[in-house]
């Protein structure tokens, strides 16, 4: 054995990516003040430090973007700095796939495409880019400190003073995970900020994980993805709303949840004040919410609704609104909002009572999707949020009205809920027999077919028809009745049966609006909390400022 | 609505957690220096920190303990401080049991508690203790954002500055995710420390989310909790363990995994530098680890198996030996380990490829638990590993190769593989008709039987009969058989069929020793990298210092 030892012992150094990381860092010094690089130095900057073949985390999600860098990155010397390996929460600008034409990057790992979904499947097809894997933001966060560690983190933050300390302000997200995974296994982390200053706020990720810093020539990308205008709620979500809270989370006793973007999931929120009070349900459920702060909820939380909210990411407009809110959202001792991307997605596995969804495919089972031909969008956050995590053990109200057998092992489910019109607009029919995933996995040879969630984690769906109570199916054949029941006019809803309809009514399978003691003549705009983003901002006191883009004023 | 809107805004202040943190504070600024508590002053600190019914978060996991703040707590006056609610992950030491019994604590939310868990089940009985719920590691954690924030954190670091900057060394675990928890809600931070300087290695926590620091009169405990010494490694032991690296690493080529701790696993780690080397898969598996330092790594570490390990804890001993293989583990720039465990268990749960665990009981139909009679020891962390995650999306070739249908939608699975004897020592069977776990849940008055993993997560089963792929078994009757046919004498085995055997070894159903090319003559001591941990020592060049008790020398 000694033999063994001292041989492998004498072959091997086990401090390359040290040396490397050394031999870069002292290469750019000459180049730099210390830890701050200048603005206009980036380019160089960027060629010195990354080296062929690195793996190069670059932060830029569905909400902040490190848009200096990616801009940078992309006009870097393709013959010193080729064949780049990125990882890419979400691939959202242009440089993301500029890069990749210009040679600069070969090979992307990511989890959303949503506004380059289009380009990235014909870059694939012209082998313009060689695609790792689809993932969820929180198991690409996972694979950072497994096989996929970084050589290279490129990330975004609001401040930093000149010892590396960064200031994230209300967009906090991952940085700190992508940060992390860099810094502690010899990569180099450099973070663009907007400011460079010695008075920072509040500290959210400390300087000796920092190698580099560098002033922005313009402030990071920031989207207002979670702004929804109630001006655009219609009637017909407004019945969806309705039926999901009588028929979901009043009947559940749902305390803690997290609601997907979009306007079903706004209309809800919009209802809790009027008609959910009308309920007598405040303070009984919607308590504790993983959630981004939606601007559509301050009305519930003007109403005292809402005990706490903790946030993957900020929101355009809601900073100063949140910093007046600390008793409901998670704030630092400067009073901003602190986000957490990693975090939030966990609680939002494993500690929340439902998710609510929306798809543009389901099909006869309950397995949906929101990839369709030529678009390779990718998954974010959903199939996290919604599925049934298989790990948990801790039991709530809502969890254990899951159970629906005595089976003595038998075990609670998390709720997850599909809100969805049996059309999209357009009149493209949600319910189909056959997901369109099924032809992109053949067409981009993906290993699997890229579902967003499987029928067998979905609880509930709920159309404009009725709810489909998924869990209580018996069967496979059941769960296909019931979801037929609520198809309305598709391939999926012309199938289904009248006489299986009375059954599945009276076993509490399938409910109609009428069953749930709501007429659909009822469900109109008058409901709404707020009828307009000039009416957030009167609930907010004037807080909540939103986006030029909202204001009609 | 704009009279709404006033009459709630008029009713309610929103910073009421805020307002009552400054007040605490205020009152306890007397008694320190800055923001430094003088070590014989942390009792008359905490009560006045503390008010009745708070939620407290205490750290103290199956490795590091706050142990100088959880002995101070129960040292507080019960007419002061009374009612609190407990938030632990691991209830370990007497007192944390000791402050229920003096009417300090009244409520407790867990994950483990093995060392306590049988005076825990009589405290319960006798009413001297309310039981929240049993959680893992990784959903509590998740919890302390959404309904169970703690107003009070008190957690364990190595060293802090004047500034409460803290430097937990190899030791991170969860520290970072319970002051955030607290400190971004308004909640008070203290963490005792083993030594108070202004010169730390590295920050590993901002000194903004820190209250108060509190130089202990004592190190935290640490337990050297994943170490086993090969000197106990049976031959029995051996062969399972050339059976699943022939039988189930190498076969579905496992190229990142997490082991549970135990003697089991041991021996799969010392005999991949032998027998793993004489199979040629060195380089082709077992690569990227999230996994706590075992010392019995150490072989295959120098002997060049391993690209990764991410840690979920240190371990005593192996501190110098990290610190110079920074090429393997996550180190900072001080040079000392950098573990995370939220991001371990994360990584672990959606980022591996498998999990090996072992059990105390196995059903007929693979559910396990390790809870028996009069018991109540939790989960820790091992049904987040122990489980296939619905919300993972990206493949791997050990993934994909557990895919059995060609069904359109199908999708790979995580492989939870199971490593147990067919008895415990003393003759227990391992393999019972039906779990403890039920009768617990009826006298615990549990809401679910306390399972550990459940059947259906299960991939494979190995005991010395042979391995059981319940990954292809085709129904529920047929999952009994495999298991039935590697059960031995229990009485789960003595119920198999012998002609069934012959057909499940047919289809690959279950596999014998012979069947992998494995003679049971072979299995023996002279196989392992390291026969003790003297061994052990030697391999890693005399930078493993094991802890007193396991040196024979």
Request: net charge positive; charged share 15%; glycine share 14%.
């Given at each position: 054995m000694t033999d063994v030892k001292q041989t492998e012992q004498t072959k091997r150094s086990w401090t390359t990516r040290r040396d490397a990381k050394n031999k870069r860092v002292n290469q750019v010094m000459k180049m730099t003040d210390g830890r701050v690089i200048p603005t206009d130095q980036i380019v160089e900057v960027l060629e010195e430090v990354l080296v062929p073949g690195d793996r190069v985390v670059l932060e830029g999600n569905n909400q902040k973007q490190a848009s200096f860098l990616s801009e940078a990155l992309s006009r870097v010397d393709s013959g010193k700095v080729h064949d780049l390996h990125m990882i890419l929460s979400s691939i959202s600008r242009p440089e993301h796939l500029d890069i990749f034409e210009a040679g600069i990057a070969e090979k992307v790992d990511f989890a959303y495409a949503g506004p380059q979904s289009l380009r990235m499947a014909q870059m694939i097809e012209d082998k313009q880019l060689t695609m790792g894997e689809i993932h969820t933001y929180i198991e690409l966060y996972g694979r950072l400190f497994i096989d996929l560690i970084p050589s290279v983190a490129l990330v975004a933050a609001d401040k930093a003073d000149s010892e590396g300390n960064l200031y994230t302000g209300a967009n906090t997200e991952e940085t700190p995970t992508l940060v992390e995974a860099a810094a502690f296994r010899d990569g180099i982390v450099i973070a663009q900020v907007n400011e460079i200053t010695d008075d920072l706020p509040r500290v959210d990720i400390p300087g000796s994980w920092i190698d580099f810093v560098v002033e922005a020539d313009a402030p990071y990308q920031l989207e207002p993805l979670f702004t929804r205008d109630p001006r655009h709620i219609t009637d017909i979500q407004i019945l969806l709303a309705m039926m999901t809270i009588r028929g979901v989370y009043e009947k559940h006793q749902v305390q803690s949840l997290n609601h997907g973007i979009g306007y079903n999931t706004a209309a809800i929120e919009l209802l809790l004040p009027t008609y959910g009070e009308s309920l007598g349900l405040k303070g009984e459920i919607c308590k504790h919410w993983a959630l981004n702060p939606h601007p559509t909820m301050i009305p519930a939380i003007e109403s005292g609704w809402v005990e706490s909210i903790h946030c993957f990411g900020g929101e355009v407009g809601m900073e100063e609104y949140i910093s007046q809110r600390p008793d409901v959202f998670f704030t630092g001792r400067d009073g901003s909002l602190r986000s957490n991307r990693t975090l939030s997605q966990l609680a939002g596995q494993y500690a929340v009572d439902l998710f609510v969804g929306s798809s543009l495919q389901i099909d006869a089972y309950g397995n949906s999707s929101t990839?369709?031909?030529?678009?390779?969008?990718g998954f974010g956050g959903a199939p996290n949020m919604g599925h049934d995590p298989g790990g948990r053990r801790h039991s709530t109200p809502a969890w254990l009205n899951m159970i629906n057998s005595d089976e003595p092992l038998v075990r609670g489910k998390k709720l997850v809920v599909q809100v969805v019109e049996t059309h999209q607009t357009g009149n493209t029919p949600v319910f189909v027999e056959s997901l369109d995933a099924i032809d992109v996995k053949e067409e981009a040879n993906l290993a699997t077919a890229p579902v967003m969630i499987y029928g067998d984690d979905v609880t509930h769906v709920v159309t404009e028809e009725g709810i489909a109570y998924l869990y209580k199916a018996k069967s496979l054949e059941e769960r296909r009745e019931a979801l037929a029941a609520i198809a309305g006019v598709t391939a999926v809803g012309i199938k289904h049966s009248p006489e299986n309809i009375n059954r599945l009514r009276q076993e509490g399978i399938v409910a109609w609006p009428e069953d749930l003691g709501i007429r659909r003549s009822e469900a109109n705009r008058s409901l709404l909390a707020a009828k307009n983003v000039e009416e957030l901002v009167e609930w907010s006191g004037g807080l909540y400022q939103p986006p030029e883009k909202f204001r009609s004023w």
């Open positions: 990839v369709t031909n030529g678009r390779l969008a």
